[in-house]
């Protein structure tokens, strides 16, 4: 079945590193997607990655993998307040074709 | 030129009432979707389009409709209107079906 977690929340200070968790159960996931979510607003796509991968760099963005685990992270570096939202991860279930979404961790950052 | 477009964004209506949202994508992507967020911020698909052809329905009512008069159009129509239907409903278009998605910036249906 198809199951993704995330912690419900984290607060850090502005100007630390953030690193968001997520664990997946589909062992057949081939794309696994971070989306942010600011209040009142869409989903905006952030970052994602092949399950071939272990890790992405995209500016202050580092997605890493651990397929084995099902583990997936998203560390966000010289975190600033703009950052606070809710960040989702999500599994592609490639024979379904349909994204499943983890529960959403609610990053608070605070100068 | 906004890539996903929705409307309304907001919705107040009472329960019983049939309504619509409209779903707009100017990517040229193939594929559309419709999600509904709780008030929880949990997220579930509830259809998806492939070139105007369905592929998904994903265990939704059958008060809820979506039609797709070509691939750059995914409305969605709901009938009968339900107190458990207050929620915030997304579309998302993509290339392919498993390319990324890319969302709208989502209809906060109220039902009273």
């Known amino acids: 079945g198809e199951d993704v977690e995330q912690s419900l929340f984290l607060s850090v200070r502005e100007g630390d590193s953030s690193v968001i968790n997520c664990t997946y159960t589909?062992?057949?996931?081939?794309?696994l997607y971070w989306y942010k979510q600011e209040p009142g607003a869409g989903l905006q796509l952030l970052t994602y990655?092949?399950?071939?991968?272990d890790m992405k760099q995209d500016q202050r963005l580092t997605v890493l993998l651990n397929k084995k685990d099902k583990h997936l992270s998203l560390r966000i570096a010289d975190t600033q307040t703009g950052d606070s939202a809710i960040y989702f991860c999500?599994?592609?279930?490639?024979?379904?074709?349909?994204?499943?979404f983890g529960t959403g961790t609610r990053l608070l950052v605070s100068p | 030129d906004t890539a996903v477009s929705q409307t309304p964004k907001y919705l107040v209506t009472q329960m019983g009432n049939d309504k619509s949202i409209k779903c707009e994508q100017n990517?040229?992507?193939?594929?559309m979707y419709w999600y509904k967020q709780d008030s929880k911020k949990f997220l579930k698909i509830m259809f998806s389009?492939?070139?105007?052809?369905?592929?998904i329905n994903e265990t939704v009512p059958n008060r809820f409709s979506p039609k797709s008069p070509d691939k750059a159009h995914l409305n969605l129509h709901i009938n009968s209107l339900e107190l458990g239907d207050s929620a915030v409903y997304f579309c998302?278009?993509?290339?392919?079906?498993?390319?990324?998605?890319?969302f709208g910036d989502g209809t906060r249906l109220s039902i009273l």
């Open positions: 998302a278009s993509s290339l392919l079906g498993n390319q990324p998605q890319h």
């Open positions: 389009y492939n070139n105007k052809e369905l592929i």
């Open positions: 990517l040229g992507h193939d594929t």
């Open positions: 999500a599994e592609m279930n490639t024979g379904f074709q349909k994204l499943v």
């Open positions: 990655i092949f399950s071939n991968m």
């Open positions: 589909d062992s057949s996931s081939t794309y």
